[in-house]
């Protein structure tokens, strides 16, 4: 599977203004290299597809999308759930990219890139082991990470669309071949009920904001939460940056609310954007 993005293009319309005829570039959004052929029409990919210079050319101009290349012509990664009516599509960044539903990043990327971005919320909870329930999966960053150490993940995504947005990402791939990782399809706000006690060591919990999830912010679903996570079990719950004005008011409700439903040690993690609670 090609994926392009302006990022990986730029360098292609270099060389052929350099006269260079090969140039090793990434063709899966900078996860690996490869060495492409550069021609007087266009460029010869490893597996026989050639694009041409106005294609290139139209995906240098667009710099939130990223494009998959089928049968040497090219599909933008973007779709639209007609049962939630709302469009998810890949933003590119110098590194793993992010899913933009209706506009809005679902990772930080201002001054951090996605794959860090995670990185601090495993860092939050580590060391990871046993049983882990992902809350939501998105591009499925957090499910692949922590499945590093994980001896089994479960990871919940709401909408099936998500799934096809993940299928041409080229760094989600690990979601459809990891065998750890089992996807399930539904709300957390009713998988979670549904699940057997005290069954899982580790919970990730990732919501979309407030306004777009508030269900998944209450205190009836942190008692489910509660209620899955084994003794000694560890909570991380993203929140956005506790240093502004929204995440100031919204970490005070969730740490009073995780209280209640009997977390202990409910502490800040303000690098990973988010808080800690134990059973």
């Known amino acids: 599977m090609v994926v392009l993005s302006h990022i990986q293009v730029a360098p292609l319309l270099k060389a052929k203004e350099e006269g260079v005829e090969r140039l090793a570039v990434s063709l899966d959004l900078n996860l690996t290299q490869s060495e492409v052929g550069i021609e007087a029409e266009g460029i010869l990919l490893p597996d026989g597809q050639r694009l041409k210079w106005e294609q290139l050319r139209e995906i240098e101009d667009q710099k939130n999308a990223c494009y998959v290349v089928i049968e040497s012509g090219l599909e933008r990664v973007h779709y639209f759930s007609p049962r939630f009516q709302r469009a998810y599509s890949l933003y590119p960044t110098e590194n793993a990219p992010t899913m933009l539903l209706a506009s809005f990043p679902m990772h930080r990327i201002k001054g951090i890139d996605p794959q860090e971005d995670t990185?601090?919320?495993?860092?939050?909870?580590?060391?990871?082991?046993?049983?882990?329930?992902?809350?939501?999966?998105?591009?499925?960053?957090?499910?692949?990470?922590?499945a590093k150490y994980a001896s089994e993940l479960l990871t919940i995504?709401?909408?099936?669309?998500?799934?096809?947005?993940?299928?041409?990402n080229p760094w989600s791939q690990q979601l459809f071949t990891n065998p750890k990782i089992t996807t399930t399809i539904g709300s957390a706000a009713d998988v979670v009920p549904g699940l057997p006690p005290e069954s899982f060591h580790f919970?990730?919990?990732d919501p979309p904001t407030f306004k777009l999830a508030g269900d998944l912010y209450s205190g009836e679903f942190y008692c489910e939460l509660f209620r899955v996570l084994k003794r000694n079990g560890k909570l991380f719950h993203y929140i956005g940056d506790l240093e502004s004005a929204h995440g100031a008011s919204v970490v005070r409700g969730v740490i009073r609310r995780l209280q209640e439903a009997g977390f202990q040690r409910v502490t800040k993690a303000p690098e990973a954007f988010g808080v800690v609670a134990t059973k």
């Open 203 to 205: 919970i990730l919990h």
């Open 157 to 168: 995504e709401l909408d099936a669309t998500v799934l096809e947005v993940a299928r041409r």
């Open 119 to 146: 990185r601090r919320k495993i860092r939050a909870i580590a060391p990871i082991h046993g049983r882990v329930l992902d809350t939501t999966m998105g591009l499925g960053y957090t499910a692949i990470e922590a």
